[in-house]
T-cell receptor, first 114, second 114 residues
Framework: AQSVTQLGSHVSVSEGALVLLRCNYS??????LFWYVQYPNKGLQLLLK??????LVKGINGFEAEFKKSETSFHLTKPSAHMSDAAEYFC????????????FGTGTRLTVIP | GAVVSQHPSWVICKSGTSVKIECRSL??????MFWYRQFPKQSLMLMAT?????????EQGVEKDKFLINHASLTLSTLTVTSAHPEDSSFYIC??????????FGQGTRLTVV
């Protein structure tokens, strides 16, 4: 069985501040982990994915995430928040890449304060 | 990269009527399509998995007679919400299955049943 838990349904940061969105996973097999961003009434956009090649994964829009097996975590960070980063963020896990179903977390809404 | 086209983006229908949502893979062949439902401020939940040329697989609790899925070709999968009721109002999103397809989500369909 696979699942992810996102701690904090709502995170607020000031523009220019560090963004940290938390995700912990549970998986009985080596996981594939993903972060997505969703804007209102839009589909999901893939920010980055972890597939065991490297523990620190760099994605689009300045985001990165670090896979920590000992902590079963895959937290998303960005050094400096922009107003355009305000959106809903989802962490997801799978036992493969896109071939199989993705199990999503409950999401974290990021608000950026000017 | 591959593009998934989902239509319509928005639909309002009267209670008791049926609505068809189409999901097309424009430049690749999708033998599998995942259909998700997202209620307001909630995460994506897998409803069913359609397979080209065979019956769809439904998740527990999803009524197969109410949510008809057809995957008649490698480029088209459809979801029909039959006898829609207000509680079916939701955001429906498709995603093709396959190697490295985790980025390819449809744009989503906002269904409102009045």
């Amino acid at each position: 069985a696979q699942s992810v838990t996102q701690l904090g349904s709502h995170v607020s940061v000031s523009e220019g501040a560090l963004v940290l969105l938390r995700c912990n996973y549970s998986s009985s097999v080596p996981p594939y982990l993903f972060w997505y961003v969703q804007y209102p009434n839009k589909g999901l956009q893939l920010l980055l994915k972890y597939t065991s090649a490297a523990t620190l994964v760099k994605g689009i829009n300045g985001f990165e995430a670090e896979f920590k097996k000992s902590e079963t975590s895959f937290h998303l960070t960005k050094p400096s928040a922009h107003m355009s980063d305000a959106a809903e963020y989802f962490c997801a896990v799978s036992d493969q890449d896109g071939a199989n179903n993705l199990f999503f977390g409950t999401g974290t809404r990021l608000t950026v304060i000017p | 990269g591959a593009v998934v086209s989902q239509h319509p983006s928005w639909v309002i229908c009267k209670s008791g009527t049926s609505v068809k949502i189409e999901c097309r893979s424009l430049d690749f062949q999708a033998t599998t399509m995942f259909w998700y439902r997202q209620f307001p401020k909630q995460s994506l939940m897998l409803m069913a998995t359609s397979n080209e040329g065979s019956k769809a697989t439904y998740e527990q609790g999803v009524e197969k007679d109410k949510f008809l899925i057809n995957h008649a070709s490698l480029t088209l999968s459809t979801l029909t919400v039959t006898s829609a009721h207000p509680e079916d109002s939701s955001f429906y999103i498709c995603r093709p299955g396959g190697l490295n397809t985790e980025a390819f989500f449809g744009q989503g369909t906002r269904l409102t049943v009045v």
